[in-house]
């Protein structure tokens, strides 16, 4: 049996054998829980990874004023999208690729000095994010130690809330992504460990060099106990990508809005560079357009070259793709009160999207 699913399987069967103890109806001995104690010990010695729910750890949930922001040490820009996979198809032809799921969380660095977690920050403007660590030593699949030899490992991914978690909430928030982005910025550690969120690493950015295809980095991350990308490589067809993608088990628990093709060649990937919105190297495949939430401030009326005024909501500015979005015309009046009601108002809530990832528009 794998390892790290051993150390996950004991730590669940252990804490659930506390819980059930602290509750009055205890499901093993005393001498049944001592040994699978001693044989959980025994795997986090000899892998060198360790869980935060782990029994073998005193949790210390830490509360903060603040989130303060932090530089991050490599640009965590976005990417290019398509709806269409034709454009996919021009975009790999005649390079290896390989295919993953396009997390819909919040995406989140991990910076780990000789196999300790350092740090935690989040994506923010894509140069300057905030600093989340106290909120990551409480979530249950980021290992806070890893056995490598590496100095520093540095790990991006997505701060997600599983659909099965999110169920509970849904009804306090209109989607996984408001949740998880709210949740990991919780400044209580405590409040935060009870929202049972995930991350789901999908890129190595420092470390483990010697590993120039990507898919083998990835799988690198799974030897080191985190949970990777659910992914597609050695595939024919972006069409049979697509498919098996598609028909994954794992649709039942994580939320995404798209597919991510990526180049394999690590090396080759670097070279393409970046704009300053997005690597050249991968590209999404978009199920819809995302939409963020914000609230209306006022209306502002603009005067057009046909000298007919029109409504322009303005709201709370809002993070779309690497751009700061506070403005969306509501066209005239008509398109206005089918959007907003007949009765607009300070603080109303609305959901903004980029129309063909390009013009702000309320949904």
């Not at 909120?135 to 520093?152: C, D, L, M, Y």
């Amino acid at each position: 049996m794998d390892e790290k699913f051993k150390i996950l399987q004991l730590i669940k069967q252990l804490n659930n054998a506390t819980k059930a103890y602290d509750e009055g109806h205890p499901v093993m001995s005393d001498k049944e829980w001592d040994e699978l104690y001693f044989q959980l010990k025994q795997f986090e010695e000899n892998t060198g990874i360790i869980y935060p729910d782990s029994p073998t750890q005193n949790i210390y949930f830490e509360k903060i004023s603040a989130l303060k922001k932090v530089k991050h040490n490599h640009p965590m820009l976005s990417l290019d999208k398509t709806k269409n996979a034709a454009d996919i198809e021009d975009f790999v032809l005649g390079n290896k690729w390989m295919a993953m799921f396009k997390m819909d969380g919040l995406t989140c660095s991990l910076i780990y000095i000789n196999g300790k977690l350092e740090r935690a920050e989040t994506r923010g403007n894509g140069d300057i994010g905030e600093d989340i660590t106290h909120n990551a030593h409480v979530i249950n699949n980021i290992p806070q130690f890893i056995n490598t030899s590496e100095e520093q490992l540095v790990i991006d991914g997505e701060i997600i809330c599983p659909l099965n978690v999110f169920h509970q909430f849904k009804d306090e928030y209109k989607n996984p992504r408001n949740f998880a982005a709210g949740s990991i910025r919780l400044l209580d550690a405590k409040e935060c460990a009870n929202r049972n969120l995930s991350f789901v690493a999908w890129d190595l950015i420092q470390g483990y060099n010697n590993i120039n295809i990507f898919t083998q980095r990835l799988n690198q991350l799974d030897l080191l106990g985190f949970t990777t990308v659910p992914r597609v490589s050695d595939i024919d067809t972006i069409e049979n990508a697509i498919e098996i993608l598609d028909n994954m088990e794992e649709h039942k628990f994580y939320p995404i809005d798209g597919y991510v093709f990526r180049f394999e060649d690590q090396k080759y990937y670097n070279s393409l560079g970046a704009t300053a919105h997005h690597f050249n190297g991968a590209k999404a495949y978009k199920f819809y357009d995302e939409t963020y939430s914000t609230r209306l401030k006022y209306i502002d009326w603009t005067m057009g070259r046909t000298g007919i005024l029109t409504p322009v909501a303005v709201f709370d500015p809002i993070d779309i793709d690497g751009s700061t979005v506070e403005r969306a015309s509501l066209h005239n009046v008509s398109v206005m009160r089918e959007t907003l009601g007949n009765c607009a108002y300070f603080g109303e809530p609305l959901e903004i999207y980029k129309a063909n990832q390009i013009i702000p528009q309320i949904a």
